[in-house]
């Protein structure tokens, strides 16, 4: 694909064979599934008959959400009042014929749906029902909903992100659905491979709020086993320094310099050998102790160039560093082509949609964008028609009540 146009992948993917049944909305379900298509899954995706409320989020495109986009490739699209008793038919018939089922509905819903995973394990012993949640099936707060902001908060990340004297910030995506749909995708693919050597499914349980959690690196063991409490840094690296963010005369530069090997070069590069040759600043623990101090010796270096002679001198020294770059510049990189980051995918109605592409790079299965995100039922026909053996009659009586 290095032109950055979606085709076919010239080997199978790694799933295809696997059948996902996609109950879920907004990102961290619909992500994990879309990750599972991306490596050859064929998933069926169930939304209401108007559509789910996440097609009414902007930015959109002719008319359809843009955001609905990123998180739906490579799935079939159906549709289905699940609230309606003649759908409890439709969805255990589509149970039957999955290997996946992923929901991310609150604890709770499933059951109420009469679709509890004991009823799932009825209709297919060997089934796997992914549930991705905002704190989990279990504990005080099980019922509870969560956004994505709401986990940031209540995990611990806020208060560690944003300028040390400033508010506790929110980060600049959706990290905690992201997060959650990561370990959902993952715990499936540990679940497919435990049901190839024992033939048993099972229940895969993913918190929104234990995802990030286990995200928050040495700070919950530093308070655990040392009592400290941490706070914002900032942009400043928490462990080694100078690693920070500089300014240039246009823009900024992120410079990490802070192990032993680096700092020396760092001095030499922007003519600060006295730095390098200072008893105070040759360990770790001496730099870190005087980083501001050092940090103002590096800024006043960066502040009177521009971010390309930063980085041609940073990078013939082999330090490294990186422009902060705007999203129009990160989409329109040669790195972010080279790796097909942005993928022209078409679509029969809405024409071509520029998607990010798929980020784990495989030489054997590679994963691959065959169809395009769907548009609200677009898919009726093939899954009540194809793949569950309704007739054309039966199908236009569901639309016709509404059910599908």
Not at 92 to 117: C, F, H, K, Q, W
Not at 157 to 175: C, F, H, K, R
């Amino acid at each position: 694909m290095t032109d950055g146009t979606a085709h076919d992948a010239a080997a199978p993917g790694a799933l295809s064979g696997v059948r996902v049944l996609d109950l879920s909305r907004f990102i961290a379900g619909p992500l994990c599934c879309q990750i599972l298509g991306d490596m050859g899954a064929e998933v069926v995706k169930i939304e209401r008959p108007s559509g789910e409320d996440a097609r009414k989020h902007a930015p959109f495109h002719r008319q359809q959400s843009v955001y609905t986009m990123v998180y739906n490739r490579n799935k079939y699209g159906a549709t289905l009042d699940t609230r309606r008793p003649e759908a409890l038919a439709l969805l255990e018939d589509l149970v039957r014929r999955s290997d996946i089922v992923v929901e991310n509905y609150r604890p709770g819903t499933m059951e109420a749906m009469g679709l509890p995973y004991r009823r799932l394990a009825e209709l297919r012993a060997d089934v796997i029902l992914v549930s991705i949640s905002g704190f989990g099936q279990t504990g005080p707060l099980a019922r509870r909903a969560l956004f994505d902001a709401i986990a940031q908060a209540t995990s611990g990340l806020m208060s560690l992100t944003g300028p040390p004297d400033g508010d506790p910030t929110l980060t600049g995506t959706y990290i905690a659905d992201y997060i959650a749909g990561f370990h959902g995708a993952m715990g499936a693919l540990l679940a497919l491979l435990h049901r190839e050597r024992t033939g048993q499914g099972q229940h895969v349980d993913v918190a929104s709020l234990d995802a990030l959690f286990a995200s928050l690196g040495t700070r919950p063991s530093a308070y655990a086993m040392l009592g400290e409490h941490p706070r914002r840094n900032g942009s400043r690296d928490l462990l080694t320094g100078p690693a920070n963010l500089f300014p240039a005369t246009d823009g900024y530069v992120y410079i990490h310099a802070g192990t032993d090997p680096l700092f020396p070069r760092l001095c030499r590069a922007i003519g600060r050998q006295d730095l390098a040759d200072s008893e105070r600043y040759s360990s770790v623990p001496g730099r870190m102790a005087h980083i501001e101090e050092l940090e103002e010796a590096v800024a006043a270096w960066t502040k009177s160039r521009t971010c390309e002679e930063i980085a041609q001198t940073l990078g013939a020294a082999g330090i490294p560093f990186g422009k902060v770059s705007d999203i129009p510049e990160v989409v329109e990189s040669e790195q972010i082509r080279a790796r097909e980051m942005m993928l022209d995918v078409e679509h029969p109605a809405l024409g071509t949609l520029r998607l990010p592409g798929i980020p784990i790079k495989m030489t054997a299965s590679p994963g691959s964008v065959r169809k395009a995100p769907p548009l609200v039922g677009e898919d009726n026909e093939h899954v009540y028609g194809r793949l569950l053996g309704r007739s054309p009659q039966e199908i236009a009586r569901l639309k016709s009540l509404g059910v599908i």
